[in-house]
């Protein structure tokens, strides 16, 4: 059985990610990219669908005891677990090299105190579980080969094959160190390199070290922030630049439901937002490679934007599922793609402009194509601004206006003027300046309660929705205005659990189907709460905004990551993990609480 989702560790290699339980087993794995099939699936299933164990010998079977201690190695994502036992102490480091080749995942074990006899236990499977590959030697090498995959592993210890498992029992001493490698390559082609562990031990701390030198944040916060940034990093498709939400899929909102989603795709409103974290904290490459991507995947067709693509701008992204997994905690279905992808979502091309506005702002490089494709992209708002869409949720019910997403059609708008306004490129600037009014009047008459002093979900509703704490931050209404204070008041109240968490909006609906078309719940949305710490620092109300904060991130894991969600009953992350969308608004409320002068100590 797979461990709580907070029980994982990241590692990866900008391509593709791994995620490690405390017990010292891999249970998720896809090569050579994060949307590519996994070789270890036993997240999503049982011991059956794939692993890779490495710890301590714990009598016949069953997986090995957690770590008793683990960490990063300073600001890396090379993670360390030490375990105590009555024969002495180990500690096994995992890491991937930032790739120059063949994609690897290294574990060295090294021997602290004693003697203590280790066992290595891997089980490749090949499409999410459903092959089981063909392991044979080839000289001194093991290698697992199925169809357009082969999977190398390499050791100097000694290995065995016993129920269709690759295993390796050894001891280690003190100061004794023994590597184990797993590369992947094309069944095709010739076998990877021999790995060097240690010197891509080195190599990769060293990458991890340099990068975070660029870092120009060193407020209170730098240790959260600077987690979170390298996080963010790790979800970055190094060849191309495109951003990952997660690397994961099918990981439930709510433990034994359905909302279970594959995330292993960019979406333009996460990677916009994501942009101006990096930006704001000193990463302007990349920023640079993000803008870039954006500009290969849009192509010359601007009026057929999608909200999500592949990690390297691919359009198709079917939605599939895997019947032979039962799933996390059996959350069913697994999916594989995502529907979400023909969705209409006005949001983004609000969130998009933003992006690229912000950029312009701080300075990067001007990109002629970058502003023309901000002056079509304004065209087609124009055009259609006033539809019903899916909304920033992706909701599977019907289309509706939004309240958010008009808000962000407006944000669309007003950063193309002030482009306009600044002299960089042309466009019908007052009768742009004209349909900025009317979008904003159209919010404010048809999203507005005047009873209830809140906006609204969508226009005519009386529900309530976390997306619209982001009015001020915007710059819709300034932070002082009643209507701004209203809402997010009314959020407190009335989408607010008992613990101060946000939810998304209610999800309970008529015909056992929430409002969003969907059966079952899902816990506190992270980023809203961390939006809301951001609005309450905006009205002032900043001792408020930091206990919020420091509350947040003491939902994080020991290890500084966070999911999508906090489930307030259970008391345990989910969602898919870890989040992009959790991690950058953790690093803009760190910001904002800093220049406040709103913390602690």
Not at 182 to 191: F, G, N, Q, T
Request: aromatic share 10%; net charge negative.
């Amino acid at each position: 059985m797979a461990g709580r989702i907070e029980d994982y560790a990241l590692i990866g290699d900008m391509q593709t990610a791994a995620l490690v339980c405390r017990d010292g087993t891999v249970d998720w794995l896809c090569l050579p990219r994060f949307d590519s099939p996994a070789v270890f699936a036993g997240l999503l299933g049982t011991e059956e669908h794939g692993f890779w164990r490495m710890g301590p010998v714990n009598g016949p079977g069953g997986r090995p005891a957690p770590a008793d201690r683990r960490r990063y190695r300073g600001d890396s994502l090379v993670l360390e677990s030490e375990w105590d036992t009555p024969r002495g102490t180990v500690r096994v480091i995992d890491f991937m090299p930032p790739r120059d080749g063949a994609p690897q995942l290294i574990r060295i074990v090294e021997g602290v105190s004693g003697r203590v006899p280790m066992r290595s236990e891997l089980r490749m499977r090949f499409s999410y579980g459903w092959v089981v590959p063909w392991v044979h030697k080839v000289d001194s090498r093991t290698v697992a080969v199925a169809g357009p995959d082969s999977v190398w592993l390499d050791t100097a210890a000694e290995t065995y094959g016993k129920d269709l498992t690759t295993f390796s029992d050894f001891t280690v001493a003190p100061g004794e160190r023994i590597a184990f490698t797993i590369s992947w390559e094309p069944s095709h082609k010739e076998p990877p390199a021999v790995a060097d562990p240690e010197g891509s031990l080195e190599a990769t701390e060293e990458f991890w070290r340099e990068w975070v030198e660029h870092c120009t944040y060193h407020g209170p916060y730098r240790d959260a922030v600077v987690r979170s940034l390298i996080t963010l990093k790790a979800l970055t498709y190094a060849p191309t630049g495109g951003i990952v939400a997660a690397p994961t899929t099918s990981l439930p909102e709510c433990v034994g439901g359905v909302r279970n989603w594959d995330y292993r795709f960019t979406w333009l409103r996460d990677a916009a937002i994501t942009l101006s974290s990096l930006l704001r904290t000193g990463y302007r490459e990349e920023a640079r490679a993000w803008r870039e991507w954006l500009l290969r995947a849009v192509a010359g067709d601007p009026e057929n934007l999608q909200i999500m693509y592949g990690i390297a701008g691919e359009r198709e992204l079917g939605e599939n599922e895997l019947h032979w997994l039962p799933g996390y905690e059996n959350s069913r279905p697994v999916r594989v793609g995502n529907g979400a992808a023909g969705q209409l979502q006005l949001d983004v091309y609000g969130e998009v402009t933003e992006a690229l506005h912000l950029a312009h702002m701080t300075g990067l490089a001007r990109n002629d194509y970058a502003s023309l494709l901000q002056l079509k992209l304004i065209q087609w708002v124009e055009k259609h601004w006033d539809e019903p869409d899916e909304g920033i949720w992706e909701v599977r019910g019907p289309r509706r206006h939004f309240v958010h997403s008009k808000v962000m059609t407006w944000v669309a708008v007003d950063r193309t003027v002030k482009l306009i306004e600044s002299g960089d490129v042309d466009g019908p600037l007052e009768r742009w300046k004209d349909l900025r009014e009317t979008i904003h009047r159209d919010v404010c008459e048809k999203g507005y309660d005047k009873e209830r002093n809140t906006f609204t979900q969508s226009y005519g509703s009386q529900e309530l929705d976390a997306s619209l704490l982001l009015i001020p931050q915007m710059g819709f209404l300034p932070p002082d205005d009643k209507r701004v204070i209203g809402t997010i008041e009314a959020i407190q109240r009335e989408l607010s659990t008992e613990d101060g968490f946000v939810l998304r909006y209610p999800t309970s609906g008529a015909d056992d189907l929430g409002v969003d078309g969907l059966e079952g719940e899902e816990g506190a949305f992270l980023a809203c709460s961390f939006w809301l710490a951001d609005d309450l620092a905006m009205i002032g109300r900043v001792d408020e905004a930091r206990k919020l904060f420091e509350k947040l991130l003491s939902l994080r894991n020991d290890l500084g990551l966070l999911a999508e969600e906090w489930d307030p009953k259970a008391k345990r992350q989910v969602g898919n993990f870890p989040q992009a969308f959790s991690h950058v608004p953790l690093i803009d409320t760190a910001l904002r609480l800093t220049a406040s002068g709103a913390y602690g100590g």
